[in-house]
C-alpha cells in the first residue's frame, strides 16, 4: 500500500517566515502533485513534479522532487496572510492510472 | 466558467435513506475521479471510472455504494441506506488522459450530513 506522510499537520507562522512542508514516502512515485485548498472548497492544483530532482518555481514557493522520486518539499519564502490555506501532496499510484495518493495534509496560519 | 461542476453542494439525509451525489467534469474531459474527505484529513480515493466504464474502484466501499459515468450526462455516486459515518465531503476530479501525469482539476465537492 503507498502511503504519503506530510508534516508538519499544522504549522502557525508570522508574516515574513519562511517556512517547509514535507512529503516522504517508502514508495516510488511517477509524478507528484501539490494542491491547496481554502475552506469549503475543492484542492487547486499548484504543480506537478515528474523528474527526480526537479525543482519548480512558482513566484514565492519552490517545489522539489526527491532524486528517487519518494519525497518531495515545498518551501514558501517570506510568507504572507494570503498564503494561509490547506497545502495537500498527492502521489500517482502504482501503474500511474491516474488514481492519486494524498498526504494527510498541513494547515497552513501566517499571521499578520 | 467550464471547471468541474458538483451538485448538490450541500445534502441531508437521515440514517437509511439514499444519496445521489453528481459531477459534471471539464468540456472534454473523459476521466472522472471521486474522493472522500473526512474533517482535517487529505483526501481518500474511491472510484477512477471513464466514459461508461469503470477503471479502478479500490478505494470504494464494496457494499452500499456504486459510480457511474455514462455516455451522456454527469457522473453520480450513489450511497444506498446512508449511515452516519458516511458524513464527509464528497469531490470529484476530472482529467483529459487517465495517466498519473495529467493534472485532476477538482470540483467544490458535495458536503453530505446524515442525522
Known amino acids: 500500500t503507498q502511503l504519503l506522510e506530510q508534516s508538519p499537520q499544522f504549522l502557525s507562522i508570522q508574516e515574513g517566515e519562511n517556512l517547509t512542508v514535507y512529503c516522504n514516502s517508502s514508495s516510488v512515485f511517477s509524478s507528484l502533485q501539490w494542491y491547496r485548498q481554502e475552506p469549503g472548497e475543492g484542492p487547486v492544483l499548484l504543480v506537478t513534479?515528474?523528474?527526480?530532482?526537479e525543482v519548480k518555481k512558482l513566484k514565492r514557493l519552490t517545489f522539489q522532487f526527491g532524486d528517487a522520486r519518494k519525497d518531495s518539499s515545498l518551501h514558501i519564502t517570506a510568507a504572507q496572510p494570503g498564503d494561509t490555506g490547506l497545502y495537500l501532496c498527492a502521489g500517482s499510484g502504482s501503474g500511474n492510472t491516474g488514481k492519486l495518493i494524498f498526504g494527510q495534509g498541513t494547515t497552513l496560519q501566517v499571521k499578520p | 466558467n467550464a471547471g468541474v461542476m458538483q451538485n448538490p453542494r450541500h445534502l441531508v439525509r437521515r440514517r437509511g435513506q439514499e444519496a445521489r451525489l453528481r459531477c459534471s467534469p471539464v468540456k472534454g474531459h473523459s476521466h472522472v475521479y471521486w474522493y472522500r474527505q473526512l474533517p482535517e484529513e487529505g483526501l481518500k480515493f474511491m472510484v477512477y471510472?471513464?466514459?461508461?466504464?469503470?477503471?479502478?474502484e479500490s478505494g470504494m466501499p464494496k457494499e452500499r455504494f456504486s459510480a457511474e459515468f455514462p455516455k451522456e450526462g454527469p457522473s453520480i455516486l450513489r450511497i444506498q441506506q446512508v449511515v452516519r459515518g458516511d458524513s464527509a465531503a464528497y469531490f470529484c476530479?476530472?482529467?483529459?488522459?487517465?495517466?498519473?501525469?495529467?493534472?485532476?482539476?477538482f470540483g467544490d465537492g458535495t458536503r453530505l450530513s446524515i442525522l
Open positions: 476530479a476530472s482529467s483529459r488522459g487517465g495517466s498519473g501525469n495529467q493534472p485532476q482539476h
Open positions: 471510472l471513464q466514459k461508461e466504464n469503470i477503471i479502478d
Open positions: 513534479v515528474v523528474t527526480g530532482g
